[in-house]
């Protein structure tokens, strides 16, 4: 996923059916902005999501205008930011689990500001190629799987259980802005410093991100130390097993990584359709680029209110469906109004996929043992981002094969039918999330019988 997935967008649940359950505590005792370490989560969030976005738009830029790539080249590219969901998120979930997530997050901004740092440092020695762009991207991405899996983790020992939805829309609400934000300022960036200069506000920003994490004074748990004789492919394992082993748990993984593998054949051929083909400038691109962040801030906005009236289950199809022929209008874009209505379904596409994300976070967080967290994160993030990697790669050869329009054609059929797994699942009329006590029952369950339990 965007889905960022990001959308990120990224998303785990557990192995309890929702039917029969009563729905999750409505309001928290106080707002997340009274807990101090929330705030510096926030500001973290704020200072590294701006500079992710601003990367996000400048280092395809600096492959397609400074390095002329090919599309081959470019998804090649994508494919490379992406393929640490494959390789090591497995194991980074379990190994999280047996470690305190604060100084994993530290660590892995200030190695990302470094990765990030030595493109412009090796464009201005006039020595940057295509190879060091891939390395610092496959490099990068696996400072983010340990980041985000991390994170995710960590908040529920920031803030209660009966914050958490208050505390994800929050910062989904981070996310969708820095995407407004950064991407117009990483087009702009790009056009008044050049590409690789505009890379270097990256590595800025992650620097930032690490000095307020720093700053959190909440402490996870200690690990039990029968936790920490066990073999990691158990634990890699039984994190698999728990997402896998429930209907509705396939049904969102399934979705997810049909959603991720084609819309991320968009983003990778977006930046060549809108240079090569309609001859914008960097700036232009970047604008394009930040309706999907408008579009997100609004999916974070109206996210609570649709699983309220839709029902949590429901609100994961119906309204994938109902945006669903609106895809179609990205590959038929030109200048002029059909730009604007291109323009327009990517702004529907990112706030379907933000009101995914912040039901999908919510739930998992809240229903999911502590000590398994990092690894049902790791797994979902395996499932359902990894796809994102093959769909990038898949791009190229894609627009070599139909051209750059044939390959964004494919993305939104792909799109289109990626609701399907959860109309098919029990989760295509469910209302309600399970309760507090419901979850602890589970959480406990499993806790005795990991290998076993439903």
Request: glycine share 10%.
């Amino acid at each position: 996923m965007s889905r960022g997935l990001g959308f990120e967008f990224g998303n785990t649940f557990p192995s309890a059916d929702w039917y029969g359950m009563s729905a999750l505590p409505q309001k928290a005792a106080d707002s997340v902005f009274r807990v101090r370490d929330f705030n510096l989560m926030f500001a973290a969030a704020v200072a590294s999501k701006a500079g992710s976005e601003v990367v996000f738009v400048a280092l395809p830029l600096v492959a397609v205008v400074t390095l002329q790539a090919s599309p081959l080249e470019v998804g090649l590219l994508g494919a490379a930011t992406m393929a640490a969901f494959l390789l090591v998120s497995l194991p980074a979930g379990a190994w999280l689990d047996r470690v305190r997530r604060q100084p994993v997050m530290i660590i892995a901004d200030f190695v990302r500001a470094v990765l990030y740092a030595s493109v412009p440092v090796a464009w201005w020695l006039d020595s940057l190629t295509i190879g060091h762009l891939y390395l610092v991207a496959v490099f990068a991405g696996i400072g983010t799987v340990f980041f985000d899996v991390a994170a995710q983790s960590y908040l529920p020992t920031i803030i209660n259980s009966a914050q958490l939805m208050d505390g994800n829309a929050r910062l989904s609400t981070v996310d969708a802005a820095s995407r407004i934000i950064g991407r117009g300022a990483g087009g702009s960036l790009s056009s008044a410093l050049t590409a690789p200069g505009a890379v270097l506000v990256t590595a800025a920003g992650y620097i930032c991100s690490a000095l307020c994490i720093i700053g959190i004074r909440s402490r996870e748990a200690a690990v039990a130390s029968t936790h920490l004789n066990r073999q990691l492919r158990t634990e890699i394992r039984e994190g698999l097993h728990y997402v896998l082993s429930e209907k509705s748990l396939r049904a969102i993984a399934a979705d997810g990584a049909i959603s991720n593998l084609f819309s991320s054949i968009a983003v990778s051929m977006l930046p060549i359709l809108l240079v090569r083909q309609l001859g914008l400038s960097g700036a232009q691109v970047g604008i394009f680029l930040a309706l999907s962040g408008v579009g997100a801030l609004a999916g974070a906005g109206i996210a609570r209110s649709c699983a309220d009236r839709l029902g949590y289950g429901r609100a994961l199809w119906m309204i994938p469906l109902a945006v669903a022929p609106f895809y179609f209008l990205i590959p038929n874009a030109h200048r002029g109004w059909l730009l604007w209505l291109a323009g327009g379904a990517y702004f529907l596409q990112s706030m379907r996929m933000m009101i995914d994300n912040i039901i999908m976070t919510t739930y998992r967080q809240h229903v999911t043992p502590m000590a398994l967290l990092g690894r049902v994160n790791a797994s979902l993030r395996f499932l359902m981002w990894g796809t994102i990697a093959i769909g990038a790669a898949a791009s190229g050869f894609l627009a070599d094969l139909l051209g750059v329009r044939g390959a964004l054609l494919v993305s939104a059929s792909g799109q289109a039918m990626a609701w399907l797994p959860v109309y098919l699942s029990p989760l295509r009329n469910a209302r309600e999330l399970p309760d507090g006590d419901d979850s602890n029952h589970v959480a406990n369950d499993y806790d005795r019988h990991p290998s076993t339990s439903r």
